[in-house]
Each structure stands twice: as C-alpha cells, then as structure tokens.
C-alpha cells in the first residue's frame, strides 16, 4: 500500500516537473533565440508572458475535461500535448511561430497545474495530504533547476532548440506513469460508480472516506458552476482571490523568467556567467522545496507562509535599496545573488510549496472542480499580466521601484495569511471549509 501511494504521488507529481521546466527554460533560451530569431523588447516580454496567457485559458476548461475524461485520463491528455508542443522547436523559425508553441506549452501546464493538485488532494490520505501536493511544487521546483542546468550546459553553443527539447523526457514519464495510477474516488462516486470508489479507497488507504463522508463532501456529486458563486462559499473564493493576487504581486515569476536578464543588467560578464547566477538561484530554490516537503504535515503550514513572505518582503526592499544605491558592478551581481538566495529560499519553503496545497484545501469540496480551475485561471492572467509588464516598468522606473514594490505587496500578503487563513495542517476539508464559514482562524 505504501508502495502504491509513493508511486501515485510520484507519476502525479512529475506533472509538477513539465510545469517547472517549461517555465524554467526560457529564462536561458531567451539569451540565445534572438541569434535565429530578432526580437524587441515588448516581444522579448511577450513571449515569457505568454505561457501564462495560454494556460489561464486551460484551466478555466481544466474542470470540465477533468469532470468528462475522469482525473487520471485528463493528466494522459495533458502530458501529450506538452510533448506534442515542445516538440515544434525542431521547426520553428520564426517569432511567432515561437509564440504559438509557447502558447501551447501554456496549454498544457495550464491543465496540469488544475490537474494534479486537485488529484493528489482528492487521493492521499489527510495525515499525508500535504506533503503529497507539497510534491508537486518539490518537482515543480526540481524542473526549473533541471532547466537551468540544461540551459548552463547547452549555452556554450546557444543551442536553444536543443533546451526545449530535453524537456520531452519528463513529459513521456508522466504520460506511461499516468497508466499506472488509480482514479480518484471522488470524480468515481460523482459518477455513481460507488463499488470502485470504495475499491480504491482501500487500495489508497483512505480511512477518512466513506460512502457517507463522501456524500457529506459532494453532496448528490452533481456540481454547478452557478454555485460557486453562492452566498454559502463567498467568504472561501473571497480569500483565495486575494492570496492568488498577492502571490503574484511578490514578483516572483517574473524574477525567476528575467533572472538572467536582470544579472547581465546589473554587471555579470557574459551571458554564461548571467545563466550560472540563475542556476545557483535555482538550486536553492530546489533545496528549500525539499525542506518544505520534510516539514509538511509537521509544522502548522500557515505559521511557515507567514514567516517566510516576512523575510522576503525584508529582502525585497533591500535588493531594491541595492539598485537604487549602488552601480553596474561585478561585486553588485554578487551581492544581487546573495539577497536573492535568501529570496528564493524563504519563497520555496513558504509560499512556494504551500500555495498549491492552500489553492486546494480552502476550496470547499462541493464546488473544487469549477473552483480551483477559475483561481488558477486569475493566478495565470495575472501572472501572464506581470510577467509582460515586468521589464517596460523595470525600464521606467527602475528595478529599485520594481524591487520595493513588490516588497510592499509582500507585506501585504503576510497580513492576510496571518489575519484571514485558518490553521490547516491535520484538518479534514470539511473542517477547513468549517472554520472559514465561521471565522476561525487562530
């Protein structure tokens, strides 16, 4: 049984490593496309905006197919067509030819991002939830350091192509792995197919469920769209708007997608040492997503996110404090790194890992499948809007405004996990949904 939740968790979570490495590796790419490719500025910024533009419009179909294929069947779709996008880099010559492959890369991550979370939530025990989708951000993280690496080894030649297409090998282990995993009980029961919903509850050991818990969670399993907008589940959509926006206003995809323009920018060498500055990056973001999924299920997760998006609105200010201050230099690279070390750190071991598992948790049951889709759907169009503007701001008013602003929002966002998000480690999701019904947070 143990092997079996592993190996689910695994498969499952590998959809983490397509998204991470899709994200990832046009941070390199981008240093080497114009050569073949001649870009501006705006489509420079387009372009690593787009991958959000096309999966915000994924996911709001996320539910639908996840509700019409079944969970496990959407994540084989999913992995095909991210192999299927990735696999264009063998013809692109043009932008927008780039573009379109970029926004089919969004597609697919967009899907796999709604996807996985919501399948390892539906399927892992409770006393284990976290850490599982915790696994998601832990390979999500591993597959931006795999890009980097694959982008430091490749940059000598500027062998571009060459970076996208590794990214294929995760995308074929998730599509045969995905044979492999069971179903989640709850899209079975919504299908009235009760007999092998139990039968895989007791394969994935999942002593909280029952047919009655179940019912209790689902209700008659028929949900609307219309009532996720209800009065009753107002105050759950409420606070998760708030944190997806927030999240976003950290800056921190757009600091990872343009770290290695931001280091050329500030007076790293030549483009390969710009690069190794973002693998170091990635290295620790990697690290910290590992202790993140050690302590998960150990430490009250909320008290972790507030304390982490504390230390980062801290480095934030003062990184911005660093450009306003001090010229283009080698040693001011330096410095830069070292603060956005301590960046990314505290960013995995917070928020970072637990994002994901919040998104899920504080969506009531009853209205998940349209639920958790339209949150991503707003954590991609504002990704994609921040992530297109982040340069053209950077350029008026400078990366210190850009720095100290994205601090302030930080601030911001540390208040409202520790004022409005209710513990959530070790609780039911009924008990989650209960005490943000009532209020109860401490």
């Known amino acids: 049984m143990k092997i079996k939740i592993i190996l689910t968790i695994f498969f499952a979570s590998t959809g983490g490593m397509i998204y991470g490495y899709d994200f990832g590796i046009i941070n390199s790419a981008l240093l080497f496309i114009n050569h073949d490719i001649p870009m501006t500025r705006s489509q420079i910024s387009l372009l690593g ?46 932008y927008y030819e780039l573009l379109v492959s970029r926004l089919l890369q969004g597609i697919s991550v967009g899907f796999i991002s709604v996807l996985v979370p919501l399948y390892l939530t539906e399927t892992m025990p409770k006393e284990i939830r976290g850490r599982a989708v915790t696994a998601f951000q832990l390979f999500l993280t591993f ?128 483009n390969q040492l710009a690069v190794l500055s973002s693998s170091i990056m990635s290295t620790f973001l990697f ?60 960013f995995a071991i917070g928020i970072g890992s637990y994002s994901w598992v919040m998104f899920s948790e504080l969506i009531p049951s009853k209205i998940r499948t349209y639920g958790l889709p339209m949150m991503l759907f707003l954590n991609s169009m504002v990704s994609f809007i921040t992530t297109s503007i982040f340069l053209p701001i950077a350029d008026t008013i400078g990366y210190a405004g850009v720095f100290i602003l994205c601090g302030l929002f930080t601030s911001i966002y540390a208040y409202i996990v520790y004022r409005y998000v209710p513990k959530i480690t070790d609780k039911s999701l009924s008990e989650i949904e209960e005490d943000i019904s009532s209020g109860v947070v401490y």
């Open 287 to 346: 690290g910290g997503s590992v202790i993140a999924f050690i302590i998960a299920d150990k430490i009250e997760r909320k008290t972790i996110v507030y304390i982490t998006n504390i230390i980062m609105a801290l480095v934030l200010i003062f990184i911005g404090v660093l450009f306003l201050l001090f010229s283009e230099t080698p040693l001011k690279a330096y410095v830069l790194l070292l603060l956005l070390i301590f960046y990314i750190s505290a």
């Open 49 to 94: 905006g787009s991958v959000f533009f096309g999966s915000a419009f994924a996911i709001l179909l996320a539910g639908f197919v996840a509700d019409f294929l079944g969970r496990k069947k959407a994540i084989l779709f999913t992995s095909f067509i991210f192999i299927l996008s990735l696999s264009l880099a063998l013809v692109i010559d043009s």
């Open 143 to 270: 597959g931006i350091l795999t890009a980097n690496y694959v982008g430091l080894c490749l940059s000598g030649d500027g062998n571009w192509r060459g970076m996208f297409l590794i990214g294929v090998i995760p995308g074929l282990i998730i599509f045969f792995g995905g044979f492999f995993i069971e179903e989640s009980p709850y899209w079975l029961f919504k299908k009235n197919r009760c007999f092998e919903a139990q039968q895989t509850i007791l394969k994935l050991n999942l002593k909280h469920l029952d047919e009655s818990s179940l019912t209790q969670e689902i209700g008659d399993g028929k949900s609307s769209f219309t009532e996720t907008f209800s009065k009753k589940y107002s105050k759950h959509m409420l606070l998760v708007t708030v944190i997806i926006i927030f999240f976003q206003l950290t800056g921190i995809n757009s600091i990872l997608e343009y770290s290695s323009l931001i280091f050329k920018n500030t007076g790293a060498e030549t």
